[in-house]
């Protein structure tokens, strides 16, 4: 499968006797082989004549050209970029002697984790799958925060390839013009008050076929259409790398009230109604009054002020679920 994604990634066509003949298999061999990537979402051209091509716009991701178009890094990066695997947060959570600076991409995953148990849809080629290890000493506490603040860096990352106006919901949903264009799942091993490992798995949208969308559980939009031309697979990883080795570094010195103030002018929902669903299947209505210092959700209600922490509440707009 490498192999044949190795020929396709020029975006050329390439017909199937050549495909076959550089990859020593026959042509109903090839056809297999694109069919089963085309089943796991992959768009790809045929023309009668002309062979095939992967479809305008798709990118496949390049381990040297994401690495070497990183700016000087404070720690060394080590990165594993698969065509297919289950999870990429699995895929680190499996490692045993992870370090800081350990990232994971791939084309596709099997098993995509979304956030409260939810299916992360992971179609072929077509997003960015992005997992971060990075280990704590001072234990979950010291995490107060820490996903709304890796929002943050993906709204940076995204901001430096195109201009476009995006908005966070808490804790760290990425939104544009109110439809999900990204989330966060953030996934904690080790002792939860000492040292401990978080995965820190993002996905972004960079384009959604009609069949695609119709098969995610909410709203959602893609970088294509936010920003109104194709992105770069290969340099939004790079910036996204940055941004999250930046962030990671200052979060560890500083915790999130550095990034209180900007989490706020981002912030989706601030000022409005919301029913927020807590942990055990109960619904709350209030008002969002933002973030405190600790990243925790201010909703006013009936009853008073409440604060929610550590993301086990999702927020429904009263009109549009996201
Ligand atoms: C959410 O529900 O909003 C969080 C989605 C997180 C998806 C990413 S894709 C890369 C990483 N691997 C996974 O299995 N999930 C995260």
């Given at each position: 499968m490498d192999a044949l994604l190795d020929i396709l990634r020029d975006g050329e066509f390439h017909s199937g006797d050549v495909i076959g003949e550089r990859l020593g298999v026959t042509r109903a061999a090839v056809w297999k082989q694109l069919k089963r990537l085309q089943e796991q979402g992959l768009e790809l051209d045929s023309v009668k004549g002309r062979g095939y091509r992967l479809a305008p716009g798709t990118e496949l991701l390049d381990s040297a050209q994401?690495?070497?178009?990183?700016?000087?890094?404070?720690?060394?990066?080590?990165?594993?970029?698969?065509?297919?695997?289950?999870?990429?947060?699995?895929?680190?959570?499996?490692?045993?002697?992870?370090?800081?600076?350990?990232?994971?991409?791939?084309?596709?995953q099997?098993?995509?984790?979304?956030?409260?148990?939810?299916?992360?849809?992971?179609?072929?080629?077509?997003?960015?799958?992005?997992?971060?290890?990075?280990?704590?000493?001072?234990?979950?506490a010291a995490l107060e925060g820490l996903s709304l603040a890796v929002g943050l860096a993906v709204v940076h990352a995204i901001g430096r390839q195109a201009s476009t106006r995006l908005q966070l919901k808490w804790p760290?949903?990425?939104?544009?013009?109110?439809?999900?264009?990204?989330?966060?799942?953030?996934e904690i091993s080790g002792d939860p008050a000492g040292e401990c490992r978080v995965i820190i798995g993002i996905g972004i949208n960079l384009r959604l076929t009609a069949r695609q969308r119709s098969v995610v559980d909410q709203p959602c939009a893609d970088l294509t259409e936010a920003v109104g031309t194709f992105v770069s697979k290969n340099r939004l990883a790079s910036a996204?790398?940055?941004?999250?080795?930046?962030?990671?570094?200052?979060?560890?010195?500083?915790?999130?009230?550095?990034?209180?103030?900007?989490?706020?002018?981002?912030?989706?929902?601030?000022?409005?109604?919301?029913?927020?669903?807590?942990?055990?299947?109960?619904?709350?209505?209030?008002?969002?009054?933002?973030?405190?210092?600790?990243?925790?959700?201010?909703?006013?209600?009936?009853?008073?002020?409440?604060?929610?922490?550590?993301?086990?509440?999702?927020?429904?707009?009263?009109?549009?679920?996201?």
């Open positions: 994401i690495l070497s178009s990183l700016k000087p890094m404070p720690l060394p990066i080590d990165l594993d970029v698969y065509a297919s695997t289950d999870s990429t947060n699995q895929r680190l959570l499996s490692r045993t002697e992870l370090g800081r600076g350990n990232f994971c991409l791939a084309e596709h099997t098993a995509g984790r979304g956030r409260r148990g939810r299916v992360w849809q992971s179609p072929f080629g077509a997003n960015l799958y992005l997992s971060a290890a990075w280990d704590f000493r001072e234990g979950a760290n949903d990425l939104l544009w013009e109110g439809r999900k264009i990204a989330g966060v799942l953030l996204l790398i940055e941004e999250l080795v930046q962030t990671l570094v200052r979060f560890e010195r500083d915790g999130f009230p550095a990034f209180a103030d900007e989490w706020a002018a981002y912030d989706a929902f601030r000022g409005k109604e919301v029913r927020v669903q807590t942990a055990a299947n109960q619904w709350l209505v209030g008002t969002c009054r933002g973030v405190d210092h600790h990243g925790a959700l201010q909703l006013s209600t009936a009853e008073g002020m409440i604060s929610y922490r550590g993301g086990e509440v999702s927020l429904r707009g009263a009109e549009n679920d996201t």
